[in-house]
């Protein structure tokens, strides 16, 4: 990769995403396409959009948006990542399923490697965020992308349910021992779909969240049209739910668009806020208040009985995190109650230790 060396936290996120990616098998691979596809025709968009076309998997991880768009026809896909593990397993997953008009590179979404409008698709599945930039990141996408070309945009969306805990988590945690944190999970949690969700949820060192309003705003003024985000999707999609009326504790949902460019940039004027270095402003609701409350409470039992005790602390929240993640797979609203009452077993289970 030519240009800007990768900063220590970007080197720390292309790892953790590699250490993901590459406990999965041939079925667990399969498993994380599945919902791609799901989500596509749930908004009938159709899988032919891909057919003969020239397409970019912008931070491809484990080759996952890759495969999905050559098994969907497309003429190549041109995957770039910054973690070389990650690179190896999308070129080794590629040529065992027999397709050689995929190019795999170690790029940055920063610095693409590629002429203007090159593209006719732009596949970022949840990576912009997760840059030392998220609009130079879109910046750079749209560069690349021909206009009439199509942009597919997955980032997280400020609030809800999953954000409020990972918050909390991220802050019991910290970062000072991940790699410790890692063999611990690795005792802890056989599967390999959840190890790579613990990962990705709790140690990467960027984590901004952004409203629908920000960022639909952003890509009006980027020349895009088609701007409402993607209303469905997996049951346990936080967007999927909110549609479906369960509202108040899925803060804006997850924000995914299905773009077109029709052309230049319109107005620079208006970049994606970053207040904090956590994205666009957000205020939890009251509802909230009562979590908060007894996250605290959580954390004040693991300071004065557990002070060092990483495994604990790894042990409850890989509880909590569990907990909430199974209420989200079931349909209809999400069930705070039996959340509450986790919470309050763990907190008696820890007084009484």
Same mark, same amino acid.
Do not use: W
């Given at each position: 990769m030519k240009g800007t060396p990768l900063k220590a936290e970007e080197k720390l996120t292309g790892h953790l995403y590699g250490?993901?990616?590459s406990l999965f098998d041939d079925q667990e691979f399969k498993s994380v396409i599945q919902p791609i596809i799901e989500r596509f025709k749930k908004n009938n968009i159709p899988l032919e959009t891909f057919q003969n076309k020239v397409c970019l998997d912008a931070g491809?991880?484990?080759?996952?948006?890759?495969?999905?768009? !050559?098994?969907? $026809?497309?003429?190549? =896909?041109?995957?770039?990542?910054? *973690?070389?593990?990650?690179? *190896?397993?999308t070129k080794a997953k590629t040529k065992e399923l027999g397709f050689e008009n995929a190019h795999v590179s170690f790029n940055s979404i920063l610095e693409l490697p590629f002429d203007d409008e090159k593209f006719d698709v732009v596949f970022?599945?949840?990576?912009i965020h997760r840059t030392d930039n998220p609009d130079s990141a879109l910046l750079e996408l749209t560069r690349v992308l021909k206009p009439g070309g199509h942009l597919f945009l997955y980032t997280l969306g400020a609030g809800g349910i999953n954000y409020h805990l990972m918050d909390w988590i991220r802050s019991v945690l910290g970062f000072s021992e991940i790699e410790k944190s890692?063999?611990? /999970?690795? !005792?802890l949690e056989s599967n390999p779909l959840k190890l790579a969700a613990y990962l990705d949820d709790w140690f990467m060192p960027m984590f901004r969240r952004y409203t629908a309003k920000d960022m639909?705003?952003?890509?009006?003024? /980027?020349?895009?049209?088609?701007?409402? =985000? !993607?209303?469905? $999707?997996? =049951?346990?999609?936080?967007s999927h739910r909110k549609n479906a009326g369960d509202r108040i504790f899925m803060g804006e949902g997850d924000l995914r668009f299905f773009s077109r460019k029709t052309g230049p940039i319109q107005s620079d004027l208006v970049p994606l806020p970053d207040v904090n270095h956590q994205?666009?402003?957000?205020?939890?609701? #009251?509802?909230?208040?009562?979590?908060?409350k007894k996250h605290e409470e959580i954390t004040d039992l693991l300071k004065s009985k557990f002070k060092d005790?990483? !495994?604990? #602390? /790894?042990?409850v929240v890989r509880s909590l995190q569990d907990k909430?993640? *199974?209420? /989200?797979?079931?349909?209809g609203t999400f069930d705070m109650a039996a959340y509450s009452n986790h919470l309050d077993k763990t907190i008696s289970l820890l007084g009484g230790i």
């Open positions: 250490a993901g990616f491809c991880g484990g080759g996952r948006g890759t495969i999905f768009m !050559l098994q969907n $026809g497309a003429k190549e =896909v041109f995957s770039v990542d910054i *973690d070389q593990q990650l690179i *190896d397993y970022c599945n949840g990576v890692i063999k611990y /999970l690795h !005792l639909t705003a952003r890509l009006q003024s /980027l020349g895009y049209e088609n701007r409402e =985000v !993607l209303k469905y $999707g997996t =049951v346990y999609d936080t994205g666009s402003a957000y205020v939890y609701p #009251k509802e909230f208040l009562q979590l908060s005790g990483l !495994l604990t #602390k /790894l042990t909430v993640r *199974d209420l /989200l797979k079931k349909e």
